[in-house]
T-cell receptor, first 112, second 116 residues
Framework: ELKVEQNPLFLSMQEGKNYTIYCNYS?????LYWYRQDPGKSLESLFVLLSNGAVKQEGRLMASLDTKARLSTLHITAAVHDLSATYFCAVDTLNRDDKIIFGKGTRLHILP | GAVVSQHPSRVICKSGTSVKIECRSL??????MFWYRQFPKQSLMLMAT?????????EQGVEKDKFLINHASLTLSTLTVTSAHPEDSSFYIC????????????FGPGTRLTVT
């Protein structure tokens, strides 16, 4: 059974600082997704990582995937208050059912 | 492209009544749709997977007779919460997959259900 673990689950940081959110998963997969969720809202797709070594960047966020280590990271550079949200990683089971399994999410609070 | 809508966005109902939530893919045909439930400050929990024209596949612990899912067309799936109870109050989110060559799921805006 595929398990997805994120850490930290809660992160409070100052504006301007850098930090990394980690996503570990338990079985083979080469499809990993990062989503953002604002309070009371649905999910916003941030990144889709489809191969080992994939790296994608959008603004102050950068995501990477190491399928051998079964690890993805979401790196935040020079955080700003607008990035405060909950971030989820999700991993594709690669089964015919096409399910993805979500991590518990990281609640990011950036202090102005 | 790849827009998924849900209706209603919010609904309040009384215990014992049934509520239907619609999920539509607006600009693509969704071969597979997923229904999730999310409690406050928790992650998304997959309830069921539905493929057009066939019965939904429910996750372990989800009552199929309570949460009726119909995927009648390639653009519409419905979730009916039957005989709703206060513990069914939650945020229900659907997603759709179907774009050729895409592995992504596209999420709807969610439906906030409150059962009084």
């Amino acid at each position: 059974e595929l398990k997805v673990e994120q850490n930290p689950l809660f992160l409070s940081m100052q504006e301007g600082k850098n930090y990394t959110i980690y996503c570990n998963y338990s079985t083979t997969s080469d499809r990993l997704y990062w989503y953002r969720q604002d309070p009371g809202k649905s999910l916003e797709s941030l990144f889709v990582l489809l191969s080992n070594g994939a790296v994608k960047q959008e603004g102050r966020l950068m995501a990477s995937l190491d399928t051998k280590a079964r690890l993805s990271t979401l790196h935040i550079t020079a955080a700003v208050h607008d990035l405060s949200a909950t971030y989820f990683c999700a991993v594709d089971t690669l089964n015919r059912d096409d399910k993805i399994i979500f991590g518990k999410g990281t609640r990011l609070h950036i202090l102005p | 492209g790849a827009v998924v809508s849900q209706h209603p966005s919010r609904v309040i109902c009384k215990s014992g009544t049934s509520v239907k939530i619609e999920c539509r893919s607006l600009d693509f045909q969704a071969t597979t749709m997923f229904w999730y439930r999310q409690f406050p400050k928790q992650s998304l929990m997959l309830m069921a997977t539905s493929n057009e024209g066939s019965k939904a596949t429910y996750e372990q612990g989800v009552e199929k007779d309570k949460f009726l899912i119909n995927h009648a067309s390639l653009t519409l799936s419905t979730l009916t919460v039957t005989s709703a109870h206060p513990e069914d109050s939650s945020f229900y989110i659907c997603s759709a997959r179907g774009l050729v060559g895409s592995h992504e799921q596209y999420f709807g805006p969610g439906t906030r259900l409150t059962v009084t």
